[in-house]
């Protein structure tokens, strides 16, 4: 079955850097664009960053803009979400998910097919 699982998160100070990793299995990597998700205490899971199946067609929710970046890696069918310039703000359960796509440069930001099961992100002031 479909697996993503993701690694990386943890407790960092206002102003660092994290680099979240999620390993995919049981599916055909190269034929799925992937994205990162977030969700905050209290509040509605959000879009961060979504990459085309190709790798070259990136897209960011413009809070995160200029400090994410999101790369895949198919060799290892591998996304990561490299974080700098950590804010509070950013402390929320980090997801990936993985949508089945149709053309190679499209990127999403809604209707994923599979999820991982979050990895924690903490920025302490």
Do not use: H
């Not at 799925?32 to 990459?51: C, D, L, N, T």
């Not at 067609?57 to 490299?82: E, H, P």
């Not at 796509?101 to 099961?117: H, L, M, P, S």
């Amino acid at each position: 079955q479909v697996q993503l699982v993701e690694s990386g998160g943890g407790l960092v100070q206002a102003g660092g850097s994290l680099r979240l990793s999620c390993a995919a299995s049981g599916l055909s990597f190269s034929s799925y664009a992937m994205g990162w998700f977030r969700q905050a205490p209290g509040k509605e899971r959000e879009f961060v960053a979504s990459i085309s199946k190709s790798g070259s067609i990136t897209d960011y929710v413009d809070s995160v803009k200029g400090r994410f970046t999101i790369s895949r890696d198919s060799a290892k069918n591998t996304v990561y979400l490299q974080m700098n310039s950590l804010k509070p703000e950013d402390t929320a359960i980090y997801y990936c998910a993985a949508k089945r796509g149709i053309a190679a440069y499209i990127t999403y930001r809604i209707n994923y097919d599979y999820w991982g099961q979050g990895t924690q992100v903490t920025v302490s002031s």
